[in-house]
């Protein structure tokens, strides 16, 4: 089912799971990612602030390419111990990463920012969902990084929607831990009606 929305969405970002929950929510949709240079995360104290920040980058990158419409970012990380878990560099890594992650739980932050042109109206939130990853073993470990799934995702995982056998979602949004919280922006969006 087609949502029309009576302003052009365009999502600023390249992410093929992000793309995908919108097309399989209805939305229409243009695509222009963001080039932008995420901080690293360290100096950050709490993931909010963090996600809010990167978020908000990517769309003040996009905002000025846009006459008119809506620009929709966001950005996900992982947070334990005090720290930032983003995106793997390389296998070597992800594997250092998923061994932190293994048999704890942890919180999935995503910032997300909607920003209207030409007004420049801007409507921000973060949404965290805790999240527990099974510890593997090493052969769990090999085979896992052999499927490269965790390619370009935040705390070396991309967690499959149904019976994911590694990764549970204990509280909050499963469309979160994919990369965008569709229940709150599906409630959010109408209020960026001019």
Known sequence: MAIDLPFRLILASGSPARRDLLTRAGFTFDVLPAHIDEPTGSGFTEPRSYVQQVAW???????????????????????????????????????????????????????????????????????????????????????????????GCSGAYAIQEENDPFVQVVEGSLSNVIGLPMETLARVLPRMMG
């Not at 008119?68 to 296998?91: F, H, M, N, R």
């Not at 048999?103 to 949404?127: K, Y």
């Open 57 to 151: 980058m990517k769309a003040a990158a996009v905002a000025p390419q846009v006459l008119e419409g809506v620009v929709l970012s966001a950005d996900t990380v992982g947070w334990l111990d005090g720290q930032v878990i983003g995106k793997p560099a390389d296998a070597e890594d992800a594997r250092r990463i998923l061994r932190f992650l293994g048999g704890r739980e942890h919180e999935l932050w995503t910032g997300v920012c909607l920003w209207r042109r030409p007004d420049d109206l801007q409507l921000a939130w973060q949404e965290r969902t805790r999240v527990h990853f099974k510890c593997l073993t090493d052969g769990e470990l090999d085979t896992y990084l052999a499927t490269r799934t965790w390619q």
